[in-house]
C-alpha cells in the first residue's frame, strides 16, 4: 500500500501507519486476550482497522473467523487476528482486510488515488 510508514511501540511492536493514521499494528501481550484454557497472553495478537461496525460485526461474527473482538474494543472500530491464525483466511482475504485497514485510515485524497489506480476501476 502507498505512504505505508513504519513505526515501532514502546516495546518494538511494527505498527504500520498512512499520513501519521495506525491501520494494523502487533500488539504487545495483553490481559485482555488470553488463552480461555492457560490464561496466558496471547504473544502474537495483530489489531486491524476496519471501515465501521458492520464490517467489524461481519469478520467476527462469522462461521469459523479466526477473527474476534474484546471488550477493550468495544465501540473501536478494530479486529483482533493471532498470527498463529492467519492459516486460516486465504490471502486473497487477507490482502482485502489489510486493503480495507489502510482505506480506513488513508486521507480521501489517497484513497481516491488508489482506488482509481486499481484495475476495473
Known amino acids: 500500500m502507498p505512504h505505508v510508514?513504519?513505526?515501532?511501540?514502546?516495546?518494538?511492536?511494527?505498527?504500520?501507519?498512512?499520513?501519521?493514521?495506525?491501520?494494523?499494528?502487533?500488539?504487545?501481550?495483553r490481559p485482555d486476550a488470553v488463552d480461555p484454557d492457560t490464561s496466558e497472553r496471547y504473544p502474537d495478537v495483530i489489531m486491524f482497522w476496519v471501515p465501521s461496525d458492520s464490517d467489524k460485526q461481519a469478520l467476527v461474527q462469522g462461521q469459523g473467523?479466526?477473527?474476534?473482538?474484546?471488550?477493550?474494543?468495544?465501540?473501536?472500530?478494530?479486529?483482533?487476528?493471532?498470527?498463529?491464525?492467519?492459516?486460516?483466511?486465504?490471502?486473497?482475504?487477507?490482502?482485502?482486510?489489510?486493503?480495507d485497514a489502510w482505506l480506513s485510515r488513508a486521507s480521501p485524497a489517497r484513497a481516491a488515488a488508489w482506488l482509481k489506480a486499481q484495475p476495473g476501476s
Open 5 to 29: 510508514t513504519v513505526v515501532h511501540g514502546p516495546r518494538g511492536n511494527p505498527v504500520y501507519q498512512v499520513g501519521g493514521k495506525s491501520f494494523v499494528f502487533f500488539r504487545n501481550p
Open 65 to 99: 473467523s479466526p477473527f474476534f473482538t474484546t471488550p477493550h474494543f468495544d465501540e473501536h472500530p478494530s479486529v483482533l487476528i493471532r498470527a498463529s491464525k492467519l492459516g486460516e483466511i486465504t490471502l486473497q482475504e487477507l490482502t482485502e482486510v489489510v486493503q
